[in-house]
């Protein structure tokens, strides 16, 4: 079974709001309330890069990249999409979807080490996960 062995790197799972189980990838709403903001996670054992994925899982991991950028774009209506796969702090392979505006607060620059995290209080984070999850088509 591909699954077996895969452990999710704490960090991610503290920074991040479970939205769904794809046939692939694990989905995170990343808690940043400054940028909306989703994370892919294969859920591979020992996968530090794409090119680590057999041919099969790349083409699963950019299917389900571009169905997470159409839900945020949908619900967000962002400027743009910024999507990387950067691993620097947490090697586990993640895919950033992150939806930016030119008027949030690191524009034009990159969103990561841009100030403080800024996590979405109680009453904002299940009405925007089920918007996010209606637009999954889940």
Same mark, same amino acid.
């Given at each position: 079974?591909?699954?077996?062995?895969?452990?999710?790197?704490?960090?991610?799972?503290?920074?991040?709001?479970? #939205?769904?189980?794809?046939?692939?990838?694990?989905?995170?709403? /990343?808690?940043?309330? +400054?940028?909306?903001?989703?994370?892919?996670?294969? +859920?591979?054992?020992?996968?530090?890069?794409? #090119?680590?994925?057999?041919?099969?899982?790349?083409?699963?991991?950019?299917?389900?990249?571009?169905?997470?950028?159409?839900?945020?774009?949908?619900?967000?209506?962002?400027?743009?999409?910024?999507?990387?796969?950067?691993?620097?702090?947490?090697?586990?392979?993640?895919?950033?979807?992150?939806?930016? /505006?030119?008027?949030?607060?690191?524009?034009?620059?990159?969103?990561?080490?841009?100030?403080? +995290?800024?996590?979405?209080?109680?009453?904002?984070?299940?009405? #925007?996960?089920?918007?996010?999850?209606?637009?999954?088509?889940?």
């Amino acid at each position: 079974m591909p699954e077996t062995g895969f452990q999710l790197d704490p960090r991610l799972e503290e920074i991040g709001h479970p #939205l769904a189980e794809w046939p692939l990838s694990r989905v995170f709403l /990343f808690d940043d309330a +400054r940028f909306p903001w989703l994370m892919l996670v294969p +859920r591979r054992a020992d996968i530090v890069e794409i #090119l680590d994925l057999a041919p099969a899982d790349r083409q699963q991991l950019f299917d389900e990249t571009m169905k997470a950028a159409e839900a945020l774009r949908a619900v967000a209506r962002p400027d743009k999409l910024n999507i990387g796969a950067l691993g620097n702090m947490v090697r586990q392979l993640h895919v950033h979807i992150v939806g930016r /505006f030119q008027s949030d607060p690191a524009w034009p620059g990159p969103v990561w080490g841009h100030g403080e +995290r800024m996590p979405y209080p109680a009453h904002m984070v299940g009405p #925007l996960m089920d918007r996010l999850r209606q637009a999954f088509g889940a």
